[in-house]
């Protein structure tokens, strides 16, 4: 369920992030991707963690496969002085990323499920549209923050009742506008701009330190009235979905986002919010979108 000052949605929600956006990134035509992963979680996992996991994995094994990957190496040096006698040692470590970003998911993720010795085998065989990034990156960070405004609360693990807040700083002027998806419920709601804003997007300045969700944070850029979050849960755990538009150019919301109550979030159904996201994606190669996910418990 979430709650905020102004309005309660029933369902628990759920945010967010943690990430490393990029722009300006350039992309080709959407393409249809598919994969089949298999991810061995340790016994003490939930089956719906596992499954996730390997959903996840599965999807950057379709975009990879399709677009290719880079892998970074880079080599370090530590010297250590113990009783007068030094060592040094040389350390490798390689990062991969994936040179594409995954737009939709196109029907129901099929998942083959096999229990073995304190593991379990989650294969997950998926379909997909997914559009390739021909240009480096330009890192910005974005991070749930739970009970705290400073980023010593980050995490993507919340409780029921909750607060969640969100840092969010670019190296580049934009714009940012962000979307929750209440998987449960199959609806998205519009969290960003607030409520009460008459803006698309929220204006973005390079190198500028956001908390949002905070009042008290938004009286020193002298805001308006501010949404407040309080996550809970009907269930023992839910998952929730947060959508991060980022632009160095100004960009639309999508007509039909509405509601009747005053204290209720803009919404519209994930059916149409993913029509919807597919169309400006393609049309508008500087945007950059990013999904992350949370989960919260009882």
């Known amino acids: 369920m979430f709650h905020s000052s102004w309005f309660m949605v029933k369902r628990g929600f759920l945010f967010i992030i943690t990430v490393l956006f990029a722009f300006p990134l350039f992309s080709q035509k959407i393409q249809k991707v598919s994969a089949k992963y298999t991810y061995y979680a340790p016994e003490t996992m939930s089956i719906e963690e596992?499954?996730?996991?390997?959903?996840?994995?599965?999807?950057?094994?379709?975009?990879?496969?399709?677009?290719?990957?880079?892998?970074?190496?880079?080599?370090?040096?530590?010297?250590?002085?113990?009783?007068?006698?030094?060592?040094?040692?040389?350390?490798?470590?390689?990062?991969?990323?994936?040179?594409?970003?995954?737009?939709?998911?196109?029907?129901?993720?099929?998942?083959?499920?096999?229990?073995?010795?304190?593991?379990?085998?989650?294969?997950?065989?998926?379909?997909?549209?997914?559009?390739?990034?021909?240009?480096?990156?330009?890192?910005?960070?974005?991070?749930?923050?739970?009970?705290?405004?400073?980023?010593?609360?980050?995490?993507?693990?919340?409780?029921?009742?909750?607060?969640?807040?969100?840092?969010?700083?670019?190296?580049?002027?934009?714009?940012?506008?962000v979307y929750l998806l209440d998987e449960m419920a199959q609806t998205v709601y519009s969290i960003l701009p607030y409520k009460s804003d008459n803006i698309a997007t929220v204006p973005i300045v390079a190198n500028s330190e956001y908390i949002f969700f905070s009042v008290r944070d938004a009286e020193k850029i002298d805001r308006g009235k501010v949404d407040e979050y309080k996550l809970s849960c009907?269930?023992?755990?839910?998952?929730?979905?947060?959508?991060?538009?980022?632009?160095?150019?100004?960009?639309?919301?999508?007509?039909?986002?509405?509601?009747?109550?005053e204290d209720v979030p803009d919404n519209i159904s994930y059916e149409n919010f993913k029509q919807w996201l597919v169309k400006i994606l393609t049309k508008d190669k500087k945007i950059q979108t990013n999904q992350i996910k949370i989960t919260i418990s009882k």
Request: hydrophobic share 35%.
């Open 50 to 177: 596992a499954k996730r996991t390997a959903l996840k994995y599965a999807q950057i094994q379709a975009i990879a496969d399709e677009f290719g990957s880079i892998v970074t190496q880079s080599t370090s040096l530590m010297s250590s002085d113990k009783n007068g006698q030094f060592d040094e040692k040389f350390f490798s470590l390689a990062e991969t990323d994936v040179k594409g970003e995954w737009i939709e998911t196109i029907g129901e993720p099929v998942y083959d499920i096999q229990f073995g010795d304190h593991v379990i085998a989650v294969t997950c065989d998926i379909k997909g549209k997914a559009r390739e990034i021909t240009q480096a990156k330009v890192e910005f960070i974005a991070k749930p923050l739970r009970n705290g405004t400073s980023l010593k609360y980050e995490s993507t693990e919340f409780r029921d009742g909750d607060d969640l807040y969100l840092y969010f700083q670019s190296p580049v002027d934009g714009f940012l506008s």
């Open 234 to 261: 009907n269930l023992e755990k839910e998952y929730n979905t947060m959508y991060i538009l980022f632009s160095p150019s100004q960009f639309g919301k999508r007509n039909g986002f509405d509601s009747d109550i």
